[in-house]
């Protein structure tokens, strides 16, 4: 659920995968004529030290999820290999096809194709992806990753295939039930699109006699047509092909490239330089970022027009408000007209940023998506609105004059510890000053920043959040974000009056199985929030990608919001 | 017209004008010399400018009308970079604006310089108030005494010293601020002075060392000693006063090191909090922005340079009117 780089070239962002992002985008992306050839070494160039978790049941990083399922890891369903749009369909890959489901939408049967096999030349059976599935379970050992098995399987204090009793693993093979080459998940809830969860690389199958827990992370066994070469953090991920994968048993894979050689620990700087030059190996790299101060360079010179691309990514950003501490509507209120919204876009690229979002729900997400009715005296073109936000204070002053105090006497502002975010902070501390409203700044260590802000003994009043969908359902969104059961609620609003009622509704939109009037219900509750400034939306955002003259297929994956790196290919 | 003892000149009134031949101190020896280096006035001259700007940068800015942290997003465009030539140096903005936020260059230059200088200058106080007590001690008890600073001095030149001050920055800092140094900056700022201090004394120590032990074997103090003068007699009456010559030395040489390990660490990232101004910071900063505004990576450097140029030129300059052995060619 983290996302490398949101607002130029931050350390990182929670954020979770997929959905159909490239609303209207760019189109520049398609690979050069004729159909891909085989062969040659594909380079990433990462600023990242190592790529967050390669165990199939801890990955959930947007771009790592990518890497990983079109590479190593097969899963039951996966998103269409396509550009855009058609990108976001989910279709068969280790199943023969995308799920049968039953019982009201609580038992899913799929069933395995044949010919599947891992790295050492052992098929791959039920029993694989059963095994893998229960993994999640080890919350002790498998961390990060995403959790639906648990939330969903109907399986009660299982505690994982390493601690469990045999009573407890037998109650866990009723709710996995392998029965041939047919997998059945019993469900304790309906869920109508549980073939998109099975897309995430947690439900990967894992070969239990090679599985080696904690460690499994450097060195997952592939079930994909590459496999790892060597593995260093800081410097080097090497993917060869893997010869025992074979390629009428994969209907979605062609692994052009001989290799894929992953590049980690560069400096951003370094990296647009070197896509720039686009000079000896750097022919056939592709970066997923270009930082800020190079957008003008790329993107106003023609000479880069095959090899750039500017797209919608599936991510929203937005300011998390501590409504424990900023109890007051009127506050909230001031602090969203006094930011100078403008300012904020401009320091990340201007129009590369993103469109000021209306909401915490991309429009990507179609049947979810409406359009949000904001604030009153909100300026349409981002720029503060001092007087109404002057205006809200002294409200603010009359109605809850403790809050309108606090918000005087200085709100912490967390921030991560980099050069871009201190830009942030001081257009922050800036708008906010014109209407008496104090911002202090406390810089986090950029690779500490998200544990310290979900730590709950942290009193922090403002801060950042980033987000994007699972798969292409706002129940991924709403709930993640705003209930006191999400993953990744960081309001702290779970005293608010209107709160009761808000968790209400959103565990009625979750069990409403008629998808139009579960969208209708989304929309709803994405107005609730914007109406109550349990946080302040910022931006949909945009995402910006370069390749090597010579890199083939470099259309950007819709669901999540990347190349589709195993697919990448080499021109002569 | 009798001789007299003096010579005596006429100065056109008729009146005999007699002037003695006056014997001069080494300081106003140094003083001729200094004075004589018109390139070292120079640079002085800078030094003064700077210290001048730096204590009235919010005068400055205000009779300007900028800010160091006023954004001005008008003077940028669409895609947030500076909106002209230049970095946009225009009449309203004379060195241009920051990329991203439209902050008057200027105005951080300004403020920046306080806190290079106000590192500077407090680190070289400490360092040298630090170096020239250990370094009198040793040189003037020898013994056990000289040993334990000895080793000390040789312990702190052991660290791996600059490693040391980037690894201990966050700990160290939130340890002050749990002390009561107000959070934020002023604890990066102790934190970077003491750090400073901590591992400059040596230098100054070692040099005072070596000239005590010299000094205290020379006749005066010999006699003062026969007299019945006291230990803080010797030392502060007689020794100190003879120190003071390659104590200015290192002082004027060392302060451009303390205000580039500032700007190095603010560099770095561990230097000044945003939104505060510090050559560093601007430094870090622009250097992203190399290809698409050049402006702004030169304006701090060239700020930075020349204040240290300037300190190294003064201290040379000071160290060659202290010591006329070493001659040295003026280029002016």
Known sequence: MKKKSIFGAIGLGLVASVIAASCGGSSSSSSSGGAPKKGGTVHILSMGEQIAHLDPQRNYTGTDLAFAASTMQRTLTSYKYAEGDAGSEVTADLATDTGTVSNEGKTWAFTLGDGGTFEDGSAITCADVAYGVSRTFATDIITDGPTYAISYL??????????????????????????????????????????????????????????????????????????????????????????????????????????????????????????????????????????????????????????????????????????????????????????????????????????????????????????????????????????????????????????????????????????????????????????????????????????????????????????????????????????????????????????????????????????????????????????????????????????????????????????????????? | MTSTIDSVRDDGTGVPVTASIVGKSPRELAWNRFRKDKFALFAVGVIAFYIFVALFAPIICSALGISPTRLDGQALNDYGLPDGPFGNISTSHLLGVEPGTGRDILARLLYGARVSLMVGFIATFLTTTIGVVLGVVAGYKRGKIDAVIGRMTDLTLAFPSFLLIIALTRPFTQRLESIGVPEGNPARLTYIVLVLSLFGWVYVARVVRGQTLSLREREFVEAARSCGAGNSHIIFKELLPNLWAPVIVIVSLSLPGYVSTEATLSFLGLGMIAPAASWGVMLGDSVKYYRADPTYLFIPGIALIVLVLAFNIVGDAVRDALDPKGDRQNLL
Not at chain 1, 219 to 241: C, D, Q
Not at chain 1, 294 to 316: C, G, H, M, Q, W
Not at chain 1, 364 to 373: G, N, P, Q, R, T
Not at chain 1, 432 to 448: D, H, L, R, Y
């Open chain 1, 154 to 572: 109907d399986v009660a204090d299982y505690p994982g295939p390493y601690k469990a009793t045999a009573d407890q693993q037998a109650a866990f093979d009723k709710a996995v039930n392998c029965v041939d080459k047919t997998i059945t998940f019993n469900l304790k809830v309906p869920v109508a699109d549980f073939n998109y969860t099975t897309t995430l690389t947690s439900f990967s199958p894992v070969p239990k006699a090679l599985d080696t827990g904690e460690k499994y992370d450097m060195k997952p066994v592939s079930s994909g047509p590459y496999k790892i070469e060597s593995y260093e953090i800081g410097k080097s991920l090497v993917l060869v092909r893997n010869d025992k994968w074979d390629q009428a048993s994969d209907p979605i894979r062609h692994a052009y490239a001989d290799s894929i050689v992953y590049e980690f620990g560069l400096d951003p700087s370094v990296i647009d330089e070197r896509m720039i030059k686009d000079a000896g190996d750097d022919q056939f790299a592709v970066s997923e970022s270009i930082q800020p101060e190079n957008l003008p360079t790329i993107f106003d010179d023609e000479a880069f027009k095959s090899r750039r691309v500017d797209y919608y990514d599936p991510f929203v950003s937005y300011t998390n408000l501590s409504v424990k501490n900023l109890s007051c509507l009127d506050v909230r209120k001031a602090l969203y007209l006094a930011l100078d919204r403008d300012a904020l876009r401009k320091a990340g690229g201007g129009p590369y940023t993103g469109d000021y979002a209306d909401g915490f729900i991309k429009p990507a997400l179609a049947l979810d998506y409406a359009k949000s009715k904001m604030l009153d005296g909100l300026n349409s073109d981002g720029t503060a609105n001092v007087e109404a936000a002057q205006a809200a204070m002294d409200a603010a002053k009359a109605s809850c004059p403790d809050v309108a105090k606090h918000a005087a006497d200085g709100l912490v502002y967390y921030y991560p510890d980099t050069p871009v975010w201190a830009k942030a902070i001081a257009i922050w501390i800036e708008s906010e000053a014109k209407v008496g409203i104090t911002i202090k700044g406390s810089p986090v260590e950029a690779s500490k920043y998200w544990p310290t802000v979900m730590n709950p003994d942290t009193n922090y009043d403002i801060v950042r959040g980033g987000w994007a969908p699972d798969w292409a359902n706002a129940s991924t969104v709403i709930p993640e974000l705003f209930a006191t059961s999400g993953g990744f609620n960081l309001t702290r609003n779970a005293d608010d009056p209107d709160y009761a009622a808000f968790d209400a509704a959103v565990t009625a939109a979750k069990a409403d199985l008629d998808r139009a009037s579960q969208g209708k219900k989304w929309q709803a509750l994405n107005q609730y929030v914007v109406d109550r400034l349990w946080a302040l939306p910022g931006t949909f955002l945009k995402s910006q990608s370069i390749w090597g003259s010579k890199v083939g297929n470099t259309y950007q994956w819709g669901p999540y919001g990347s190349f589709n790196f195993g697919e990448l290919s080499i021109n002569s």
